[in-house]
Nanobody, 123 residues
Framework: VQLQAFGGGQVQAGDSLTLACTAS????????MGWFRQAPGKEREFVAV????????SYSDSAKGRFTISRDNAKNTVFLQMNALEAEDTAVYYC?????????????????WGQGTQVTVSS
């Protein structure tokens, strides 16, 4: 599966932004989908994950309560709705796909990645 993430931009603290990641190829719904982010000089970190059917989600502590992950399997797309953005959310955001169905918070579990989209939050 090939992934393409988009929707990033430069916003002010407190603003909202929705990222999207579309997949080409077959069997999108067979993949657990995750969002990760990487700030300059830091390792890629987990943000959120959603199950194949979309009925189960999990978030990092920093994302919980502010971000919402969702998916539309008919459109081969996963979303990340981000509210109350903070300067600390500034990073390149990546979507990952895990066909094994395990998903989880470890980036190494995801063999497929999109190119990333930059989110910059000004305080």
């Amino acid at each position: 599966v090939q992934l393409q993430a988009f929707g990033g931009g430069q916003v002010q603290a407190g603003d909202s932004l929705t990222l999207a990641c579309t997949a080409s190829g077959r069997n999108f719904s067979s993949n657990v989908m995750g969002w990760f982010r990487q700030a300059p000089g830091k390792e890629r970190e987990f943000v959120a994950v959603i199950s194949r059917g979309g009925n189960r989600t999990s978030y990092s502590d920093s994302a919980k309560g502010r971000f919402t992950i969702s998916r539309d399997n008919a459109k081969n797309t996963v979303f990340l709705q981000m509210n109350a953005l903070e300067a600390e959310d500034t990073a390149v955001y990546y979507c990952g796909a895990d066909p094994t169905g395990y998903g989880g918070r470890w980036s190494g579990q995801y063999p497929h990645w999109g190119q990333g989209t930059q989110v910059t939050v000004s305080s």
